[in-house]
């Protein structure tokens, strides 16, 4: 923390200890002055300053003209200059899995090499006791194309004593030893499940201990369960996590029931510290989908909305389960024809959107292929034919792959693109895409401004914990103005063509996400009669070289009017 960020941090705790007689509860009144507002609202792009009355803006303008709202007893917080916005909306995240892993599970970056993956778990299995299940990751799946691939034999020669299940950074795929896949009942005469992968030896049907998509989804369910109070423990750490870097607003992804119960049980005990949409699970076998989306009103709260259902369609590039237009690259085991699978037949997919928005459901479909983006705007055109036009503005996830001919479709539809995780940039996980799709697609990841141009609502998603180390926004936003690699690790540009301003990255980043997650009447943008929802910046964001913005730190999260964050 810098002098001026120091200073700035003191006058905050002294205006609240000065209202509240030394308490730093939230007043019932509080006034943000002398500040650069960016409001993200059209009609009153900027502002000096912001009144809160419990919980929403009573009044957004001029010093003098807020000022002169508010009763003599109001907290009054000098920005002193600084710029403040709407929070962030991450629309594509996983909570529950962040929580678990960095707090019950033997946690280790995706940066991690497979010598210090060994070094890390021989520790975790010298502290577990024997028999007990030792769970954690994130491994890289770019391991898969190293000279040491992941394999059971690794996980074995650390200790037998101990099944272990280990998440890679995508969350598509699990690396099991011996004693796991024994206890989950895999071995080489078990089939692969529909729309999954057991990794087989060569020239065998030996599994090597890599289950992909619905192969590790479906032994979720089978894993030891921890206790009620844990995954809300989990939840609210994550949530913490990410008011830290300024996120207000949360889509979960993918929910099951234990954390739609643990999302209410936060709420009403005063915990929850962030707005939520949750997408529900659909007919994946690790959960009661039918009940969760039956009793879904019963964990629905003024905070957690649980009308968005998620669907998966196919599965990532890297490991050639995304289901594509043309072949991948050939390879020996693939040949020169494979273009992936769908984890649905496109006659199930439509069926089911038709239903699920007859239902006034909103779904999220997780499609990385373009042939998957393409299946599920002809299931969206089927549902609007045969609903009429519902309102629910169905998503695509991810969005990363989108053949051209598909684009204007977004707009016509009323369909969101979804962008996430933050790969809109070089990397090494966008150079394994190459080598299996080519330079020509993989240069064509993430078409921001041609959907924008088309008229299509984009929004933004951190994906967190995959792939990304933290959900940290901020290099997103950058690379979506740069498309350059925020943290400076690899040079060049992706697909440069494609880069936006500032202006419409922040509204990807705040309205948009509001917009998709039916509340933009109540929050997305600073505006008289919204819930108090913004934060504060160390810079702003419109004085700096774009190359910054990775760089920037949030010194003031607040939600509802209630400071859940202070630098």
Request: glycine content about 8%; some cysteine; aromatic content about 8%.
């Amino acid at each position: 923390m810098n002098i001026s960020e120091l200073k700035f941090a003191k006058l905050l705790l002294l205006s609240a200890l000065v209202y509240t007689g030394g308490c730093a509860d939230n007043a019932a009144e509080t006034v943000y002055t002398n500040g650069f507002i960016y409001t993200v609202n059209p009609e009153q792009p900027t502002a000096e300053a912001l009144a809160v009355r419990d919980g929403v803006i009573i009044a957004v303008g001029g010093n003098e003209e807020v000022q002169a709202q508010v009763s003599d007893r109001a907290r009054v917080v000098d920005l002193e200059g600084r710029m403040l916005m709407p929070g962030i909306h991450d629309m594509h995240a996983h909570p529950m899995e962040a929580g678990e892993k960095y707090n019950f599970q033997c946690a280790f970056p995706f940066t991690f090499t497979v010598d210090q993956i060994v070094a890390k778990l021989t520790e975790c299995a010298a502290e577990t006791p024997p028999g007990e299940w030792i769970r954690g990751g994130q491994w890289a799946m770019e391991l898969m194309e190293t000279d040491t691939v992941p394999h059971k034999d690794i996980l074995d020669a650390i200790t037998r004593d101990h099944p272990i299940y280990l998440g890679d950074s995508t969350v598509h795929a699990a690396w099991l030893n011996s004693r796991g896949l024994a206890e989950m009942g895999i071995d080489a005469d078990t089939p692969d499940p529909q729309g999954g992968v057991i990794i087989r030896e060569p020239g065998s049907m030996e599994p090597t201990g890599i289950l992909v998509d619905n192969a590790a989804y479906n032994i979720i369910s089978k894993l030891p369960a921890y206790s009620e109070e844990q995954y809300k423990d989990a939840l609210e750490w994550s949530m913490r996590a990410m008011n830290k870097v300024g996120v207000t607003t949360v889509k979960d992804a993918l929910t099951d029931g234990r954390s739609l119960k643990a999302y209410k049980g936060l709420d009403e005990s005063g915990r929850l510290t962030m707005k939520v949409s949750t997408s529900i699970a659909w007919k994946m076998l690790w959960t009661d989908y039918e009940k969760n989306v039956r009793e879904r009103a019963d964990y629905a709260t003024e905070n957690v909305n649980t009308e968005f259902i998620k669907i998966m369609l196919d599965g990532i590039p890297p490991t050639r389960t995304s289901a594509m237009l043309d072949p991948y690259l050939p390879d020996e085991k693939h040949g020169d024809s494979f273009t992936g699978k769908l984890i649905h037949s496109p006659e199930r997919l439509t069926e089911d959107m038709i239903y699920l928005d007859g239902q006034g459901l909103t779904v999220k479909v997780h499609a990385t292929g373009d042939r998957a983006v393409r299946v599920t705007l002809d299931a969206v055109e089927a549902a609007r034919k045969a609903n009429g036009d519902s309102g629910m503005m169905h998503e695509i996830s991810h969005a990363e792959l989108i053949h051209p001919d598909d684009i204007p479709r977004f707009n016509r539809l009323n369909v969101i693109a979804e962008f996430s995780p933050i790969l809109w940039y070089p990397s090494p996980l966008v150079e394994v895409m190459t080598q299996v799709i080519g330079e020509e697609r993989a240069n064509r990841f993430w078409p921001a401004r041609a959907l924008l141009e088309a008229g299509a609502h984009v929004i933004y998603g951190s994906d967190w914990p995959s792939v990304v180390p933290d959900p940290n926004p901020w290099p997103g936003v950058e690379a979506l103005v740069t498309r350059r690699d925020p943290y400076g690790n690899f040079p060049g540009a992706l697909w440069i063509e494609q880069a936006v301003d500032l202006e419409t990255a922040l509204r990807i980043f705040t309205i948009n996400g509001a917009v998709a997650g039916k509340h933009a009447d109540r929050t997305g943008s600073i505006e008289t009669g919204k819930s108090a929802d913004f934060i504060v910046l160390d810079r702003n964001l419109f004085e700096i070289p774009a190359e910054d913005i990775s760089d920037t730190q949030v010194l003031l999260t607040v939600v509802s009017g209630r400071e859940v964050y202070r630098k």
